[in-house]
C-alpha cells in the first residue's frame, strides 16, 4: 500500500506565477489536509477536503490561495501570483476518516524567486 | 482553540542517554495528543498517540509519552538515545470525538534533538 504522495517534489516559481501541488491519499482514505510550514516555524493547518468538498478552510490565506480534490484525481493546492513570502514546504497528509490518525506525505518544497 | 507549547527549540544529548522533551497544550475540549519525527527534508512520521485510556503511551523507536491532564502536558522521553535519532520532533494536538468542530491538527513549533557521540 503507497503512501501518501506529493509532486512535485521541489518547485521553483518566480513571482507572480502560480503554482500547483498536487497530493495522492494513501489507498482507501477520502479525507485530505494541507499544512505549510514556513522556515524555523511548525506545521500549521490550512486546509481539511474530503472528495468533492472543502470541509475547513479556516487555515487557508484569504485570497490567492485555493483547494480542491475531485472525484477522481489527486487533491491540488493552488496559489496564484505567488511572493516571496509563500516559500515554504507544503505537506498533505490523509485519513480514512475524520478522527482517524494522519499519514503525511513526504512535502514539496516550493521556492520563490 | 488549541495551542502547543514546545519548551525547548533544541535539546542537545549524548548517544545512550535518557531524554525528554516537553510539551504543554491548551484546549477547552477533549484533545487527542500526537508526537511526530520529521528527519531532514522529509515528512512527518507518527511516534505515537493518546486517544484515551492508560496515560503512558509507547510508540515506535523505543519512545513513550506520559498524558498529564493536570498539568496539560504530554511530554516525549526515551531512556537511551542513538545517533539516529537526531532530528526534528514535533507535538500535535486535536479535537477528540467529543470536541466537535475541525479535524487539523494544531502543532508545536517543533524540538530539535541532536544526539552527541
Known amino acids: 500500500n503507497a503512501g501518501v504522495m506529493q509532486n512535485p517534489r521541489h518547485l521553483v516559481r518566480r513571482r507572480g506565477q502560480e503554482a500547483r501541488l498536487r497530493c495522492s491519499p494513501m489507498k482507501g482514505h477520502s479525507h485530505v489536509y494541507w499544512y505549510r510550514q514556513l522556515p524555523e516555524e511548525g506545521l500549521k493547518f490550512m486546509v481539511y477536503l474530503q472528495k468533492e468538498n472543502i470541509i475547513d478552510e479556516s487555515g487557508m490565506p484569504k485570497e490567492r490561495f485555493s483547494a480542491e480534490f475531485p472525484k477522481e484525481g489527486p487533491s491540488i493546492l493552488r496559489i496564484q501570483q505567488v511572493v516571496r513570502g509563500d516559500s515554504a514546504a507544503y505537506f498533505c497528509?490523509?485519513?480514512?476518516?475524520?478522527?482517524?490518525?494522519?499519514?503525511f506525505g513526504p512535502g514539496t518544497r516550493l521556492t520563490v524567486t | 482553540a488549541q495551542s502547543v507549547t514546545q519548551l525547548d527549540s533544541q535539546v542537545p544529548v549524548f548517544e545512550e542517554a535518557p531524554v525528554e522533551l516537553r510539551c504543554n497544550y491548551s484546549?477547552?475540549?477533549?484533545?487527542?495528543l500526537f508526537w511526530y519525527v520529521q528527519y531532514p527534508n522529509q515528512g512527518l512520521q507518527l511516534l505515537l498517540k493518546y486517544l484515551s485510556g492508560s496515560t503512558l503511551v509507547k510508540g515506535i523507536n523505543g519512545f513513550e509519552a506520559e498524558f498529564n491532564k493536570s498539568q496539560t502536558s504530554f511530554h516525549l522521553r526515551k531512556p537511551s538515545v542513538h545517533i539516529s535519532d537526531t532530528a526534528e520532533y514535533f507535538c500535535a494536538v486535536r479535537r477528540g470525538r467529543s470536541g466537535g468542530g475541525a479535524d487539523g491538527l494544531t502543532f508545536g513549533k517543533g524540538t530539535h534533538l541532536i544526539i552527541q557521540p
Open positions: 484546549s477547552s475540549v477533549s484533545v487527542y
Open positions: 497528509a490523509s485519513s480514512p476518516a475524520s478522527k482517524d490518525e494522519q499519514y
